[in-house]
């Protein structure tokens, strides 16, 4: 069973992959939040630092595209197989109205035609192709034209997250419609959505019990430790773990201050880092509210100092 890291923009970028896999572990794949080619034909520099230098990039990283024309998923494919790596993951889930309305995301789903026809003619499987989706724009019945289309084109692997994309991330996953896919599909399928302890990851296994690839996201930046308590490997100490915590904000905090200019760039980074982080202390609204209100890095020092004095809460 692999475990990989859901991506998630602004929160999972190649800092956080950086440190969590140096401080914590336990993570077998991650993906990069979606790079995007750019009107002028460029791919900005942010999203370029998610892929390169691909020699300080995780070995078990696959790099994701938006992409909803030839154009963009040639240019990704030469792309990433030119910097080195061997798969590459097309995103057909997000579903945020900006990319769907063009046709990009979960956007492309209602539209199998053209998917096909991107992939008949500008995939040349020089890399591993997987997708990452969800089940329709709209309507949880769209991804039954869309996986035979992916199979006859030899894309590799299915992650789906089984919501529609006008849910956004609200009301509940659809286990049944994933049910009736994991039936035909079985293995085919990787399953994301909602895992956040291990009760959850149990629930998903005894459902579906050959899966072999579950994607976690939101669930893991509230607990860092939720890969060891899936695998069963044995937790740290509270105190190690606390210490792992540190080092690991001030390996997040380093990297950034190295190429961002100035403290408020740094500060933009660092707050939103907290809306997850803070969930391991205890009083983790109040720990958050200090940071958040912190107006500098020696007042924002202080909030860290005021985390860090808390207990941990899942000891
Ligand atoms: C803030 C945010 C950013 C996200 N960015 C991406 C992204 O760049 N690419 C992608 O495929 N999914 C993205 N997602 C979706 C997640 O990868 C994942 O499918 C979703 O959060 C469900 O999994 P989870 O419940 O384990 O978090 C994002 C989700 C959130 C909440």
Known sequence: MKISLAPLQGYTDWVFRQAYQKNIGGIDEFYTPFLVLQNDGIVKTAHKREVEPFEARCKDLIPQFLCGNSEELSFFETYFSELGYSKMN???????PMVTKKGKGSGLLPNPD???DILKTAFHNKLDLSVKLRLGLVDDSEI???LPILKDYNISEVM???RVGKQLYKGKV?????NDLYEKYESYLGYNGDICCKEDFDKIKGLFPTIQHVMIGRGLLKDYWLPHRIKGISLP???ERRDQLKNMHNDIFKLYAS?????????QKMKPFWEYFSSHFDNDKKVFKAIKKSAGIKKYEQAVEFAFSQRLKLD
């Open 259 to 267: 190429y961002l200019q100035g403290d408020s760039q740094i500060m």
């Open 160 to 162: 789906l997250h089984p």
């Open 90 to 96: 097309w995103n057909m889930g997000c579903p945020y």
């Open 144 to 146: 039954d034209l869309i």
């Open 174 to 178: 659809n286990l049944n419609r994933f």
């Open 237 to 239: 100490d509270s105190d």
């Open 114 to 116: 053209k998917i096909e």
